[in-house]
T-cell receptor, first 109, second 117 residues
Framework: DAKTTQPTSMDCAEGRAANLPCNHSTISGNEYVYWYRQIHSQGPQYIIHGLKNNETNEMASLIITEDRKSSTLILPHATLRDTAVYYCIVASGTYKYIFGTGTRLKVLA | NAGVTQTPKFQVLKTGQSMTLQCAQDMNHNSMYWYRQDPGMGLRLIYYSASEGTTDKGEVPNGYNVSRLNKREFSLRLESAAPSQTSVYFC????????????????FGQGTRLTVV
């Protein structure tokens, strides 16, 4: 499974869009990009995933570059409750599901 | 709909004691996982099970054993607990890519906070 690289931390003003990047330059053709977040010490919560097309749901948007080597998670209007650690994972049907170190997002009032 | 249930929620062990962490899911998922998370760190995969009757090592399997008892249950056993195993343990289950690619997100339990003294 491909590895991912994320910035250690980011700040975002409340009400602004939070753009969280993820690099996955060794991604293979059958691997999906997944995003999760973890608030405090709770279990991680699924946000969104995609293969090659951009995806949007009620929580966020996922933008995947055409070469699929990187992606960006967009929280369109960040709130204080979005303060969390965000994890980007690349995985296929090989069943191994490896988390990286994630990005600690702090939303500032 | 309970999702993924872990027991116990908290546990204190003495060095050398053994215990089993229990995990059950009610979503009919084939894949199940055990992770540990040390303070301020990300999740590290201990073991996973792609289907009933199969288990495989993850990133940090030493000191642990697992059993996939049936499709619903996946347990993690510490045979001789050590202080280095003090951590929060998360169990997860995940839908199969081969069944439907839209339903392959992982669902996590609330964690077991284990302290080994």
């Amino acid at each position: 499974d491909a590895k991912t690289t994320q910035p250690t931390s980011m700040d975002c003003a409340e009400g602004r869009a939070a753009n969280l990047p993820c690099n996955h330059s060794t991604i293979s053709g059958n691997e999906y990009v997944y995003w999760y977040r973890q608030i405090h010490s709770q279990g991680p919560q699924y946000i969104i995933h995609g293969l090659k097309n951009n995806e949007t749901n009620e929580m966020a948007s996922l933008i995947i570059t055409e070469d699929r080597k990187s992606s960006t998670l967009i929280l369109p209007h960040a709130t204080l409750r979005d303060t969390a650690v965000y994890y980007c994972i690349v995985a296929s049907g090989t069943y191994k599901y490896i988390f990286g170190t994630g990005t600690r997002l702090k939303v500032l009032a | 709909n309970a999702g993924v249930t872990q027991t116990p929620k908290f546990q204190v062990l003495k060095t050398g004691q053994s215990m089993t962490l229990q995990c059950a899911q009610d979503m009919n998922h084939n894949s199940m996982y055990w992770y540990r998370q040390d303070p301020g760190m990300g999740l590290r995969l201990i073991y996973y099970s792609a289907s009933e009757g199969t288990t495989d090592k993850g990133e940090v399997p030493n000191g642990y054993n697992v059993s996939r008892l049936n499709k619903r249950e996946f347990s993690l056993r510490l045979e001789s607990a050590a202080p280095s195993q003090t951590s929060v343990y998360f169990c997860a289950s995940r839908g199969d890519l081969t069944v439907h690619p839209k339903n392959t997100e992982a669902f996590f339990g609330q964690g077991t906070r284990l302290t080994v003294v």
